[in-house]
């Protein structure tokens, strides 16, 4: 097939490079156009050296961006951009993948609730996709728009996924206790992530409500079929990239619990079960779209604990939306993402 002609709107943020690093090796895809308002004409190596010999694009005013020529555009923008913009490139034919939180929330009542804005095209929240490929791959490779989840949301839910889809916990007591690297805060200046404030510190955040949750909690309910009761605290890790979660909950029967996230994940490339009794790493996964799960139950009580880490710019952002654009494409979804994690 001719390759994807790609746009990318919002691209100097990580996310944005992210995307950036992964499409420009991917044998189906030809990146065409890349929006900044502020950064408009200069030339996106740059601003980002490491993509030397690999992106010859200059950034564009999105006022004279063709993204209509496109046949799939992301959103690495703010929220509340891409669903100013979504009407009309759909209506042009372009599909769109948004990496921000504009169609993830199904609720629109409580997605303003959250981040504070009114929504200007609730019609299409209804249409969206989730777009976690490990339980919605099959309506992913229909859609026209993609709602990319969150990096926390990703996390949580891969590692909850194979004990709500068998029934056999208590769903209304769930904790997940979840760790983040600063890039997860974005490239916007902020104090809290400066290297004299966040290196050499480790702190819980937004314990009162944090805006990924009714995310996660709308995803954990499907699965489980019921409401979820979800405690979820995050954190803020003196790491650039990384979320770690530990995950627990009651057992309400017994199952070979192993054998059951080894079954669930059998088939997914890019979720990976480890052997029993081990411990993932943040840096097992940097630089991949992998995520790495472990599960165990202490001292045989009932309580079960899984472990569940991600790289958030990659499965948890960037990653994620190239492996759901291969889906969307009929493409291998492996395209454009074996990449071997770094180490050290």
Same mark, same amino acid.
């Given at each position: ?10 691209? @100097? ?31 996106? @190596? ?72 009114t929504h200007t095209c609730a019609d299409l929240v209804e249409e969206a996709v989730?777009?976690?490929?490990e339980i919605n791959r099959d309506k992913i490779r229909n859609a026209r728009l ?24 208590? @769903? ?69 990239r990384g979320i770690h979660a530990t995950l627990y909950a009651r057992l309400t ?92």
């Amino acid at each position: 097939m001719n390759k994807l002609k790609i746009g990318i709107v919002g691209g @100097t943020g990580y996310t944005g490079v992210e995307l950036l690093r992964l499409l420009a090796v991917h044998p189906n895809a030809q990146l065409s156009v890349i929006t900044s308002r502020s950064e408009a004409g200069l030339p996106v @190596t740059d601003m980002f050296p490491s993509l030397r010999g690999h992106v010859d694009l200059c950034f564009t005013d999105p006022g004279q961006a063709d993204l209509a020529a496109c046949d799939v555009v992301f959103f690495a923008t703010p929220h509340g951009i891409a669903m100013q913009q979504a009407r009309d490139l759909l209506d042009k034919g372009v599909r769109i993948i948004d990496l921000a939180a504009d169609f993830r929330i199904r609720d629109v009542a409580v997605w303003e609730k959250w981040y504070g804005m009114t929504h200007t095209c609730a019609d299409l929240v209804e249409e969206a996709v989730y777009g976690l490929p490990e339980i919605n791959r099959d309506k992913i490779r229909n859609a026209r728009l993609i709602a990319n989840p969150g990096c926390y949301p990703t996390s949580v839910q891969l590692g909850f996924m194979p004990l709500l889809e068998a029934g056999i916990v208590d @769903t209304g007591h769930l904790i997940a206790d979840v760790k983040s690297g600063v890039s997860g805060a974005g490239r916007k200046a902020e104090t809290h992530t400066l290297f004299a404030e966040a290196g050499d510190n480790f702190k819980a955040y937004a314990v009162a409500g944090h805006r990924h949750a009714p995310e996660i909690s709308q995803g954990l309910s499907e699965m489980a079929r019921k409401p979820v009761g979800l405690v979820f605290v995050p954190h803020l890790t003196p790491l650039i990239r990384g979320i770690h979660a530990t995950l627990y909950a009651r057992l309400t029967k017994q199952a070979d619990l192993q054998a059951l996230f080894e079954a669930r994940y059998a088939n997914e490339r890019y979720v990976d079960v480890m052997p029993k009794g081990t411990h993932p790493e943040t840096r097992s996964v940097r630089g991949s779209n992998q995520c790495r799960i472990s599960v165990h139950q202490p001292q045989g009580s009932d309580t079960v604990v899984v472990l569940s880490v991600i790289d958030n710019l990659v499965k948890g952002a960037a990653g994620q939306a190239v492996q759901n654009m291969n889906i969307m494409f009929d493409l291998d979804e492996r395209a454009g993402l074996e990449i071997v994690p770094l180490l050290p």
